[in-house]
C-alpha cells in the first residue's frame, strides 16, 4: 500500500485541497486518514460512521465527493496516536491501495513513501510543523495551491537532492504530470534520481 502524508504550517494551509486534487481520476482504490491532535481527551475517538464522514460542508465529506473509497476521522491524545492509528488502519479493511495521511503531529510515527509540506504565506507556524517542515519530500506553497483546480499548473519545490525512481513515479502520477516533465522539474532543481528503473527520463 501507498502512503502519502499530507501536513501544513498552519490551519486552513488547504491539505483538504490538495488531497482532493490528488483523488482525482485516481485509478486506486484509496482512503484517507484525517487526524486531529487534542491533548484534553481522556481517549482516542476513531470514526468511520458515514453520517459524520459525510455531513455536508466537513472535510471528510469533500474529499468523499473527490473520489476517496474509505474515510476516517481521528481525534487523539498525541501520547495514544499510534494506538489511534492502528484501529484506523482495522477500520479501513483489506483493498486499499493508496492511503492519504493528514496531519502533523501523526508523520513522526509514520514512514510515507511521500511526504507534502503545505506552506502558508498568511499564518503563523504551528510547533507541530516544524517537527515534519524539514523531512517533507515536498514543499507547496499555499496561495497556488488554493487558486487552481489542477496540481499539473501548481509549482512544488523537491526538498532533498535526491529522490527515488518510486518517488517519481509516485508523484508525477498524484500530479498527473507527464514523466517527462517530472524529470525536466529535478534536473531544474538539480535533484538527483536514485535507485533509477530503466526509461524513467
Known amino acids: 500500500m501507498e502512503m502519502i502524508g499530507v501536513s501544513a504550517s498552519a490551519s486552513k494551509a488547504g491539505k483538504t485541497t490538495l ?60 501520547a495514544e496516536l499510534p494506538s489511534a492509528y492502528q484501529l484506523a ?26 511526504l507534502f509540506y503545505l506552506e502558508s ?31 499539473a499548473t501548481v509549482p512544488f519545490l523537491i526538498q532533498p537532492d535526491k529522490m527515488t525512481c518510486y518517488q517519481a513515479f509516485l508523484l508525477a502520477d498524484l500530479f498527473q504530470l507527464d514523466i517527462r516533465q517530472l524529470g525536466r522539474i529535478m534536473r531544474e532543481q538539480e535533484v538527483e534520481l536514485v535507485k533509477c528503473q530503466l526509461g524513467l527520463l
Open 19 to 78: 488531497i482532493s486534487l490528488m483523488l482525482k481520476n485516481s485509478r486506486y482504490r484509496t482512503g484517507v486518514i484525517k487526524t486531529t491532535v487534542n491533548n484534553e481527551l481522556d481517549q482516542y475517538k476513531v470514526i468511520n460512521d458515514p453520517k459524520i464522514i459525510n455531513k455536508n460542508g466537513t472535510d471528510t465529506a469533500r474529499v468523499v465527493e473527490h473520489g476517496a473509497d474509505k474515510v476516517i476521522l481521528l481525534e487523539s491524545p498525541a
Open 89 to 114: 488502519q482495522t477500520l479501513l479493511g483489506d483493498g486499499i491501495e493508496r492511503l492519504f495521511i493528514e496531519g502533523n503531529t501523526i508523520i513522526n510515527f509514520l514512514n510515507p513513501d511521500l
Open 121 to 151: 504565506q498568511s499564518e503563523p507556524e504551528k510547533e507541530s510543523s516544524k517537527m515534519v517542515k524539514n523531512r517533507a519530500n515536498i514543499k507547496i506553497k499555499t496561495n497556488p495551491l488554493l487558486q487552481t483546480n489542477q496540481l
